[in-house]
């Protein structure tokens, strides 16, 4: 199918791509890998006035740590985060979840910030952020700002960044000693949009559970975290029964949505199980990272 027509904006700077973001809003959309924005394109889904390329900002690509943080630019390729030594020691999460996206030709043009960006609730990059306490970091005329996760997914393909902003980096806290992690989904075959995902980090020092965190994909029109499980797991001792447990109130709250490829009652019951699943991998883990 071919695209719609559109005006087409190549920046070589990045005060020249907001610039361009200032002058058009609503009518532009931004190109970093295409993964999304092409499909969406192609079945006219999405149909800008002015398509803004920023493949050429070279400035925007790159991993590097940081007093406590992992930093990424938005345009860096899933590929070279997958392959980077700085993302497997420090943000063990992400390089856990990294893998599952797509398949390999995918990952070699898709950028984590185009995915953060683009917020689908049943990829694995925003489970993940959501999971981490990610920060965003976007400029726009006024200047720059940081949003955190938890303010940045707002609504279904929806974030906070605002018409004029342009995403720059997603910064990652490092993990700790003892931090175990686990990304656990169910798809209808590899490298399709998880069914049900999950973001499982666990740090477990004496043996006992000292931070929780756990963040579905593909139950709501957001990545969602199971707090109540969360508060049940800190101060406790792995053990299978308190992995029941949390399972258990971790799916209590949550109403996934229903499509052909599921009901809503199937994608609880799956949620549960990989709620489990991904406890008992993360605390192994842990043992293996103390």
């Given at each position: ?190 490298g399709d949009f998880a069914i049900v995902g999950l ?46 447990e949390a399972a258990r109130r971790a799916t209590d ?38």
């Open positions: 199918m071919k695209l719609p027509p559109f005006e087409y904006e190549a920046p070589t700077t990045v005060a020249e791509a907001i610039d361009l973001l200032a002058e058009h809003l609503d009518e532009a959309s931004v190109l970093a890998g295409g993964q999304s924005l092409i499909p969406l394109l192609a079945l006219r889904l999405a149909r800008p006035e002015v398509v803004i390329d920023i493949n050429g900002l070279d400035e925007l690509s790159g991993v590097s740590a940081t007093d406590g943080w992992v930093a990424i630019g938005a345009m860096t390729r899933e590929y070279v985060a997958e392959e980077s030594e700085v993302v497997a020691d420090a943000v063990p999460l992400l390089a856990a979840a990294l893998p599952l996206i797509g398949h390999e030709a995918i990952r070699s043009r898709g950028t984590i910030g185009g995915s953060l960006a683009h917020a689908d609730a049943a990829a694995e990059l925003p489970a993940v952020a959501r999971a981490l306490d990610a920060e965003f970091v976007v400029r726009g005329p006024s200047g720059d700002r940081v949003i955190p996760a938890a303010q940045w997914f707002e609504g279904y393909l929806t974030t906070s960044r605002r018409p004029d902003e342009l995403l720059l980096e997603v910064r990652f806290p490092a993990a700790g000693r003892g931090t175990g992690v686990s990304f656990q989904e169910v798809a209808r075959r590899h973001a499982v980090s666990l740090v477990i020092s004496g043996g006992v559970i000292s931070d929780a965190r756990l963040a579905f994909a593909g139950v709501s029109d957001v990545p969602v975290r199971a707090a109540a499980a969360e508060d049940l797991l800190v101060g406790e001792r792995p053990s299978a029964e308190l992995f029941d709250d949550i109403d996934p949505p229903a499509d052909l490829h599921g009901s809503s009652d199937y994608r609880k019951t799956v949620a549960a199980a990989i709620v489990r699943r991904g406890l008992q991998a993360a605390a192994d883990n842990a043992r293996e990272r103390q």
